[in-house]
């Protein structure tokens, strides 16, 4: 089996709060497709496409870019993102087809923004997929299939497995329920929203704590945290989530690297 290695790249690991050092929610996956390498977007927080700046990837050769769901932290740059890609003065002007999935309510966000921005946003210089996920997709180097997690009504998280065999799995916004825990079942590396504290604790977002027991439960073989409130001051959140999980624990920064 060849041993192509998969980079995953946390670009976004804050929430809507501006925040020093963490931009919105985003990840990056570049899959190593025999020679040509495919690379998925998961969010597109406030900062996405500086922090791909800053990684020096070119923004116009995204291959997919899949939402979570709809709330503003994860689709800030959505609008900024269609209207670069329609600039020409810079030689960079998007050419290969773009697909962009998201669960239910992703066209109606989608006409919407188009009401506003009108052409502004169109995609006369390439091909435009928008669809709501409603199966597994294949792309050349991956699976990617998706449950229901507890947010808001749409709220999807995802799973991507690699020719490999590995699995990364990405939570989006989620409280505790078994479709995250079902999702991250054996994953090689699950990243998991830790939104609040426990003292702040809120029904549709995560804890340390309560992060430990899904990847406990779920029995990962890695766990990073990430969309952090500014509200972890002096609170270890290693200590909290280890209490409950004793395979790796990573506090995700902008701009770690993974690979699986
Ligand atoms: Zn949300
Ligand atoms: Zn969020």
């Known amino acids: 089996m060849s041993e192509l290695k998969t980079e995953i790249y946390l670009l976004g690991t804050g929430c809507a709060i501006p925040q020093k050092k963490r931009a919105g929610p985003a990840v990056l996956l570049i899959a190593d497709s025999t020679g040509s390498k495919e690379i998925i977007l998961f969010d597109l927080g406030r900062g996405t496409l500086d922090k791909l700046a800053n990684l020096d990837i070119d923004f116009t050769l995204l291959d997919y870019l899949l939402f979570t769901h709809y709330h503003p932290d994860h689709t800030a740059e959505l609008v900024n993102l269609l209207f670069a890609y329609r600039d020409t003065r810079f030689g960079r002007k998007r050419e290969k087809e773009f697909f962009i999935y998201g669960p239910k309510g992703l066209l109606n966000f989608y006409n919407n923004l188009c009401k506003v921005y009108n052409s502004k946003i169109n995609a006369d210089n390439y091909t435009l997929f928008i669809k709501e996920i409603e199966k597994e997709i294949f792309t050349s180097s991956t699976k990617i299939s998706f449950q229901p997690v507890e947010h808001t009504e749409e709220s999807i998280g995802y799973r991507v497995t690699l020719k490999n065999g590995k699995a990364f799995v990405y939570s989006g916004d989620t409280g505790y329920s078994r479709g995250i825990v079902n999702l991250a079942n054996n994953a090689d590396l699950l990243l998991l929203e830790c939104a609040f504290p426990e003292e702040y604790k809120k029904e549709d977002h995560l804890t340390p704590s309560l992060a430990g027991q899904i990847a406990a439960e779920?029995?990962?073989?890695?766990?990073?945290?990430?969309?952090?409130?500014?509200?972890?001051?002096?609170?270890?959140?290693?200590?909290?989530?280890?209490?409950y999980y004793s395979g790796e624990i990573v506090i995700g920064e902008d701009l770690m690297r993974f690979t699986i």
Do not use: E, W
């Open 218 to 243: 779920a029995k990962v073989k890695k766990l990073v945290l990430t969309h952090f409130y500014p509200l972890f001051q002096g609170i270890n959140i290693y200590d909290r989530c280890r209490k």
